[in-house]
């Protein structure tokens, strides 16, 4: 117990590290297209690193349960967190709801990316669905991108429209030209700092996630609990730190840091079902050979059921324009019952 507490702890200070370089740096280079893809897959790695030790030691239930963790927790939680932090005076600019409109692409390949990584469970996880879910990502990443160019395009087209309405045609040849001769930006050191610490958020990140799991397969035993019903709990406590944290401290900043918050979930999430779902089947395939099936026993079906149904049912509120509070209390109520429902579930340890 002892043991795993500090891994867990190591886990969690290294993950909040790595939280504070992310959102550094996408306060940087961008924020919707941050928030889905270099945030998420930021966010994203302990849970990699989890999964991919996991699946190459042979435990690939933990491997599976850890990503299943992942979604329920801040589809449901995680969400609530946000919401109540972003329509209350724990903001710095209350909102009376977050506008949601704007992530049609995620909402929908979330939907199929669950329903699609279930169907594919029935007879286990071998090569093929691994191939399967790395090409979803690879999809859904080129997709992000073309939004991201089309949305781009589109301000540009209005600017020149409202240029054209003031004071004539502007020039933007002359704009380029005269931007060449501005001085180039002093170096900031902010974003060494970001960097530092992203990079020092990942190492410590590696060093604990094998650890970790030996101590949770230890703890396990000891309690009488199955390690993979432990690893849906517990795991998500360290692997989501930097999401939860990022979470609530985008949702204190308004409107533009709650919609970049909505990226990161819905986008991470995508990504559990996708590239964590890959590097889990490629670790299996690592540890047992390129054949290797990642079998679906009694107990990791209920939980795929469970997530899929509770991802599908977070879902349907966000279909609306916007979200508030009333939403983030039914998530929270849906966390809690799924919990109880972990321990209900017929399992062997």
Do not use: C
């Not at 090409?135 to 020149?160: C, P, Q």
């Amino acid at each position: 117990m002892v043991t795993m507490l500090l891994w867990l702890g190591e886990l969690t200070i290294a993950s909040w590290i790595l939280s504070y370089g992310a959102e550094h740096l996408s306060m940087k280079y961008g924020a919707k297209f941050v928030g889905r893809t270099i945030l998420s897959i930021a966010t994203t790695l302990p849970e990699i690193a989890i999964v991919v030790y996991a699946a190459a030691e042979g435990s690939y239930g933990i491997a599976i349960g850890a990503g299943l963790g992942s979604n329920l927790l801040m589809m449901t939680l995680g969400l609530a967190l946000m919401l109540l932090i972003a329509t209350t005076r724990l903001s710095k600019a209350p909102l009376k709801g977050v506008d949601v409109s704007t992530f049609k692409l995620d909402k929908i390949f979330l939907i199929i990316t669950a329903v699609v990584s279930a169907a594919l469970f029935i007879d286990g996880y071998n090569y093929f669905d691994g191939f399967i879910f790395a090409g979803m990502f690879i999809v859904y990443l080129g997709l992000a991108v073309y939004e991201m160019k089309s949305e781009k395009a589109k301000k540009m087209s209005y600017l020149d429209i409202q240029e054209k309405k003031g004071e004539g045609i502007v020039d933007h040849n002359l704009i380029e030209v005269k931007d060449q001769h501005l001085p180039s930006k002093p170096f900031d050191k902010r974003i060494l700092k970001a960097s530092l610490a992203f990079a020092a958020g990942t190492i410590g990140i590696l060093l604990g996630a094998e650890p970790f799991i030996h101590s949770l397969k230890g703890y396990s035993m000891e309690v009488g609990v199955s390690a993979i019903v432990l690893a849906v709990i517990i795991s998500p406590i360290a692997g989501e730190m930097p999401e939860k944290i990022s979470l609530m401290l985008l949702a204190r900043k308004g409107a533009v840091g709650a919609s970049i918050a909505v990226a990161n979930v819905l986008g991470s999430k995508i990504l559990n079902n996708t590239l964590l779902l890959a590097v889990a089947v490629f670790g299996a395939m690592y540890h047992g050979g390129f054949y290797s099936v990642i079998q679906a026993n009694t107990l990791l079906k209920y939980q795929m059921i469970l997530v899929t149904v509770i991802t599908i049912i977070a879902l349907i509120p966000m279909f609306k324009k916007e979200i508030g509070l009333k939403v983030g209390i039914m998530l929270a109520a849906m966390y809690i019952v799924s919990l109880i429902i972990q321990f209900l579930l017929p399992h062997d340890v």
